[in-house]
């Protein structure tokens, strides 16, 4: 059962679960068929992994044992596919051969032409005979209409079903080949030749329609024309290949099944020169058979990471796109969109690959080495005709940004290409008969070691080509070369493009001229009282504080980089904070996680960009010397030189408009305007929004403007502003929905821009540069800093930009220029209207507010900077103003600030109930924090159905005893606590039966033995020690770092845990400062005392899902009695994540939330990373239950859990287990000094320093206390709801709704 009664629990029982793997099906069902949308499963947050291989005789030799050196490839690749809940079914896997002439000829009833001069294709189609045959007839009438003939079909194309799994069998398709040549007639649609209303294609209306001569196109245009003119009218077929020299079969097999399946591959007849194969492993189990690989001409092995901003880009480029090459003068809007929307990364992939290659101007290798380009950016060792290439193309269009290995062939050549990072693995024999084996490991296909003339791999960014018509290989340097040198790109570049920081004006003198330019007012001192009465009401305005001022911008100056915290975050989410917020903080950034790998920022620099062409696009199918003419930027984050540089490119063809992001409360007061937003229910903000979408689009029609400017300088007492990423957000989908986004770069000149995180969000929605004038002349506030404002300004840049590589980096992406638009963030707590307007396409948990909550955000914010009062009492200084204080990051007791999970109170009345295991103390502080869980958690939004329920006895229900079995602390490392505290832990856990975890810092040998009975000084503690304790902790942690990982170390785990992400900080690698890792410290983490450690990201070393699977499969080896876990964090599509790392037969999975964390890490990811742990455990358990996998894994969460009802909670949405780690250190006295990373604390907890640690007061006992009391309120609860054992609860959402209070807040 998975939920039933909330906007985002959705309750299905078992019986009205979709046909899956192992479900017994009597009726065919289509062959695309996965399940829709339901609950928190969404079908498009599914991701793949892959094995791909290729054996071709370079000289073009056809033979059998192509084929059956293919066939062993796949099967012995059968570890890097997946199987379904059903041992019988696959994910996919498929085959792309040159077409086998000779086999065909003798098994066609019907004549063919000589070999390339017919084409060929496979496709799927409806089981109906209604439907099917009314595919046929588009096929037949669309091959006329492009002057091709239908030689004949293949249908049905002889196959084996019997092979198949269960699921494979429900939506297997009518499988029919069609074979087409050219026909001396052409009838061309009518229908495809009506001109369009774009601008653009205005001139176009002057050709006649007589001027599309379909005979003198090639074959290959015309099946690629036909192709996606069929594929455009008819969502009831798929065509899986179509040209004149390759052919592809596949489908939703296993990889022993494909050559089963289709009678073509077994016979013995069928011979080929080239064989392409890939084995699919989806993180889902709902693979479908057209996601299956190879596609048309690419198969992929990898994730595209940055696919939504590269689906925008497409779109808005469609507009330009009015000619090519080899489409002479037919219009082509008619066959857009480009992407065909199957649903696949790949596939949209394979769509642009094919449309350039149909284009004409490119060979495929070039294609490949536009859209996956090496990182040239920081190479100064390149050649430059190469970079040059690179730069030029950079114009045309951004990289498919992700870990990558793309096999490609057109039947004339075939390459293989790594992503510049080299994150998929690619290997490669040459054999002394001319042969070439490429897979993605070795040993996949049987060479004696005599016939190896040469063993190779893919380098990162490096590519191979085999020419079949040249007849041999050519090596990287050669190929580049060649494309490099085609054109003078590097003349091209010279001649049009502007490097905008050759183009900046001289510094400002001073710090007064500095700080007027920003100010935009004569100013003589910059420390003149006068500036700072100008500038802070609109610093309060934009949402400044204090905290914000001093912990994050100052140090920030200071030092050049963003600041470290710890202790995870308590404070409520945006939507349902009662203070008011800005948009930024609504959203969070997405992060990798097992299907892909982040990006080490620090150790792989090089091959990180921020350098972006912007400005107008040209078209991208019919590259010219002027589509260069694009202004490259080094920085999003502009300084006011290259702020007014920018603005002053007017005399070199780049025009620019400024337009105003804010209204006046009193615009349109008119009866009539009244009268109109009451109707159309549109608030002022709204109104603008459009206003603004208006001005800008008869900008670019009008005026033909380079740059669109959106600025706030006008916001002040009687001007309200709005926020830039609404007014960003709303413009850049308006401009992608008219395809005008290409042709002008959207800037803005912002002040409320002044985290990272705001830089993040504003560059991910489609902003090309940002100005934040308002945040530099904050610098003027940084205390104890006599910096110079040039160097403040630049350190903080210098800041930002490494903190932007950083986000960029935990999504595994190494470019900007990929970043840009991608939307990689996840909405929490937004309404539908919002995300529709602003941020079309963004992944989203929750609906929540609209523009009337942000409209009235706004109006607070000009309370608090121009509040509504009279003269100043005698003796109140006006100068004494100062930012306001509402304790976002640490707690604050004063009226309108945040409320925080941690309050003093409650860590007092927790650690007295503990310390006194008292009952009623327990009571009080579980009533306290439950009601501050109302406030600021999701699971406070939702109440129990006691009135639905029948209770049973409380002698009934399961003991306590029990019950904290189910618990366990959560991987606190021995270097982020002290060895006091990590010892309490173990033992208490130890002792109750629950398990504690070492974290990922090692753990002390000396541990693993059972303790000597007596007394054992720890701090300022006296601990009893007992016959049987030990203080050896059960959960052993696997990280990236490794650090104290050793055989001993693995042998003495009842269970292994794979750190694959961090709640505190998911996406990057663990951090200890240097004056942390001291003594034993350093000896069980095998350091260098006084070096700080930073691991990789976890799990750097998991390049894809079936790396996971090699890991669990090697830790199982290493220890076979131990429990396999997998930890995780919360984020959208966390369900499909966890339904591959079952499928990677883990046994248990950890699903973290954001809100925890003792590490240190960097405010950013601490702030606005990850999603609650109730979205995880929920989208887990449905998604799971979906793929009939549930059974296979036990589910835990950890995050910010402290009483009973929290435990409650998790179990009905699906956890069968809990962890905590904040709650049992302050049972043991940690305090929430939030001190962690500064080795201070004063209560011996987090601290290395040993006059501190004498301070640790903690016992095991008082940890036992507290989880005891914990476990006899789960069990009154459970009586209360009629649940006798744990386990009745997991999953029962239906015994949840919403809570009666939510109706009380305004948001």
């Given amino acids: ?221 015309k099946l690629f024309l036909v192709r996606r003119a069929i594929s455009l009218r008819a969502s009831e077929l798929f065509i899986c290949s179509f040209n004149s020299r390759t052919i592809t079969y596949k489908g939703q097999f296993k990889p022993d099944q494909l050559f089963e399946y289709y009678l073509d591959l077994r016979s013995e007849q069928c011979t080929a020169y080239l064989a392409v194969v890939h084995s699919r492993f989806s993180t889902n189990s709902f693979p479908s058979w057209n996601r299956a690989h190879p596609f048309r001409r690419i198969a992929h092995n990898g994730e595209i990471n940055t696919l939504e901003g590269n689906r925008n880009q497409v779109r808005a480029r469609e507009a330009l796109m009015t000619e090519a090459q080899a489409f002479g003068d037919m219009t082509m809007e008619k066959f857009f969109p480009v992407d065909e929307d199957i649903g696949s990364d790949s596939a949209l992939l394979d769509n642009v690959v094919e449309l350039l290659l149909a284009a004409g101007n490119r060979d495929l290798a070039e294609v490949i080495m536009m859209v996956v380009p090496e990182a040239w950016q920081n190479a100064e060792h390149m050649e430059p005709e190469k970079r040059a290439f690179y730069k030029y193309n950079a114009c045309l269009m951004e990289p498919w940004d992700g870990p990558a290995l793309v096999a490609f062939t057109d039947g004339k050549q075939f390459g293989a290409t790594l992503d510049r990072n080299g994150l998929r693995p690619g290997r490669f024999y040459i054999t002394e008969d001319d042969h070439l084996i490429l897979g993605s490991e070795v040993g996949v296909v049987d060479v004696p070691d005599e016939l190896v003339s040469f063993k190779g791999r893919l380098r990162p960014g490096k590519m191979l080509l085999v020419d079949f018509e040249e007849g041999h290989l050519v090596e990287d340097a050669e190929l580049k070369q060649r494309y490099a040198t085609k054109k003078p790109y590097a003349k091209y570049l010279q001649d049009h493009s502007i490097e905008l920081k050759d183009h900046l004006g001289p510094e400002a003198k001073d710090d007064a001229a500095l700080v007027e330019e920003l100010l935009d007012m004569e100013v003589s001192d910059a420390k003149d009282p006068a500036v700072m009465q100008q500038v802070l009401p609109l610093l309060k305005y934009f949402g400044y504080t204090v905290e914000k001022m001093e912990m994050l911008i100052s140090p920030m100056v200071k030092s050049g980089h963003e600041p470290l915290g710890s202790m995870g975050q308590d404070m409520p ?273 929750l609906n929540g507010v609209g523009f009337d909550a942000f409209a009235q955000d706004a109006l607070e914010f000009h309370k608090i900077a121009y509040p509504p009062r009279g003269p100043l009492p005698p003796l109140v200084d006006e100068e004494v103003e100062e930012l306001q204080d509402i304790g976002e990051y640490h707690f604050r007791s004063i009226h309108e600030s945040e409320i925080h999970m941690n309050t003093p109170d409650v860590l007092y009345k927790l650690q007295e109930a503990a310390r006194t295991n008292s009952a009623e103390g327990y009571k009080l502080f579980a009533h306290w924090q439950n009601k501050i869980t109302e406030q600021t958690e ?42 006091e505290a990590h010892q309490a832990m173990a033992i208490a856990m130890n002792r109750v039966g629950g398990r504690s975890n070492t974290g990922e810092g090692g753990e002390d040998p000396d541990r693993f033995s059972p303790m000597k009975e007596g007394q054992m000084k720890m701090g300022a503690a006296e601990w009893e020690i007992f016959e049987g304790d030990t203080s050896r902790s059960r959960i052993k942690q696997v990280a990236s770092g490794r650090f104290g990982v050793t055989a001993e170390y693995l042998a003495n785990a009842d269970e292994i ?237 239906d015994l949840l709704r919403p809570s009666a209070h939510l109706k009380e807040h305004w948001k």
């Fill in 1057 to 1293: 845990q794979i750190k694959l992400a961090q709640g505190a900080k998911p996406g990057e690698g663990g951090e200890l400062p240097g004056y942390k890792v001291i003594g034993k410290i350093a000896e069980t983490r095998k350091a260098t005392p006084g070096v700080g450690l930073i691991s990789p990201p976890p799990h750097h070393d998991m390049y894809s899902i079936e790396d996971v699977a090699q890991l669990i499969r090697d830790l199982k080896n290493a220890n076979p009695a131990a429990r396999i876990s997998v930890k995780l964090v919360a984020r959208v599509g966390i369900g499909v994540i966890a339904s591959g790392v079952t499928k990677g037969k883990a046994d248990h999975l950890t699903i973290s939330g954001m809100s925890g964390g003792t590490g240190a890490a960097k405010w950013t990811s601490i702030k606005h990373c990850g999603l609650p742990w109730e979205i995880g455990v929920a989208e887990t358990h449905q998604t799971l239950v979906l793929n009939g996998l549930r059974d296979r894994v036990t589910v835990q969460t950890d995050g910010q859990v402290r009483t009973g009802r929290d435990v409650v909670m998790a179990a009905l949405l699906g956890a069968e287990e809990i962890a905590m780690t904040t709650a049992p250190l302050i049972a043991l006295g940690c305090i929430m000094m939030r001190k962690c990373h500064l080795n201070t604390c004063p209560v011996g907890v987090a601290t290395q320093d040993p006059e501190l640690r004498k301070k640790f007061t903690g016992q095991p006992e008082h940890l036992i206390n507290y989880l005891f009391m914990v476990a006899e309120d789960v069990r009154e609860i459970m009586a209360s709801l009629g649940c006798r054992r744990f386990t009745e609860l997991i999953g029962r959402t």
């Fill in 573 to 845: 989410l945006a939507c349902l904070s009662r203070l008011p917020r800005m948009p930024f903080d609504y959203f969070s950034q997405l992060f990798a996680q097992a299907t892909n790998p982040p990006i080490d920022p620090i150790r792989e620099a090089n091959v990180m960009s921020l350098v972006c062409p912007i400005g107008p696009e040209r078209n991208l199918l019919d590259p010219q010397p002027e589509s260069c003419h694009r202004v490259f930027l080094d920085t999003p984050v502009l300084c006011p030189r290259r702020f007014n540089a920018l603005l002053e490119l007017e005399g070199k063809g780049m025009p620019h408009v400024i337009i105003d992001m804010t209204y006046t409360l009193t615009e349109g007061c008119s009866a009539r305007r009244l009268a109109d937003r009451a109707i159309s229910k549109k608030s002022l903000l709204r109104e603008r929004l459009d206003q603004i979408c208006k001005e800008a689009e008869a900008a670019i029609l009008g005026d033909s403007v380079a740059f669109i400017v959106l600025t706030h300088r006008r916001a002040g007492e009687d001007r309200v502003p709005i926020c830039s990423l609404l007014a960003a957000g709303a413009l850049h989908q308006h401009l992608i929905n008219a395809k005008l986004r290409a042709r002008v770069a959207l800037v803005v000149e912002a002040a409320d821009a002044h985290e990272v995180h705001h830089f993040c969000c504003l560059l991910g929605f489609g902003v090309d540069a940002i100005f934040p004038y308002l945040c530099y002349l904050s610098l003027l506030r940084v205390r104890n800093c006599t910096l110079s404002m040039q160097t403040r300004v630049e350190n903080f840049r210098h800041a930002s930009e490494f903190s932007i590589l950083k986000v960029m980096s935990k999504m595994g992406i190494s470019c900007l220029q990929s970043y840009k638009g991608a939307q990689l963030f996840q909405a929490v707590g937004l309404g539908k209207e919002v995300l529709t307007k602003c941020f079309t396409g963004c992944k989203s948990v």
């Fill in 1 to 221: 059962r998975v939920a039933q009664k909330t906007n985002f629990f959705l309750r299905r029982d078992s019986h009205s679960l979709p046909e899956m793997a192992g479900s017994s099906v009597d009726e065919k069902k289509h062959w695309d068929q996965i399940p829709g949308k339901q609950g928190l499963y969404d079908p498009k947050n599914e991701s793949d992994a892959c094995g791909v291989g290729a054996v071709m005789s370079m000289k073009k030799i056809e033979s059998r044992k192509i084929l059956n050196d293919a066939r062993d490839m796949v099967v012995r690749m059968t570890h890097r596919g997946a199987k379904q809940a059903n041992e019988n079914d696959g994910d996919g896997v498929g085959i792309m051969l040159s077409i086998p002439d000779e086999y065909f000829r003798n098994t066609c009833p019907f004549a063919l032409p000589p070999a390339t001069e017919y084409g060929v294709g496979n496709f799927f189609l409806p089981q109906q005979s209604q439907s099917r045959n009314a595919c046929v007839k588009l096929v037949e009438r669309m091959a006329k209409k492009f002057g091709l003939k239908v030689l004949g079909w293949r249908m049905p194309l002889p196959v084996n079903s019997q092979v198949l799994g269960p699921y494979a069998q429900s939506t297997e398709p009518f499988i029919a080949q069609v074979f087409m040549a050219e026909s001396s007639t052409a009838d061309f649609p009518e229908d495809f030749d009506e001109m369009s209303d774009n601008p653009l294609r205005q001139q176009a209306r002057s050709h006649s329609k007589s001027s599309h001569v379909i005979a003198n196109y090639s074959l290959e245009t």
């Fill in 938 to 979: 999701i699971r406070g939004q939702l109440e129990f159905c006691l009135d639905e329920c029948d209770p049973v006895p409380l002698e009934e229900v399961e003991p306590a005893a029990e019950i904290v079995k189910r618990f366990c602390t959560g991987a606190a490392s021995l270097g982020s606590i002290s060895n």
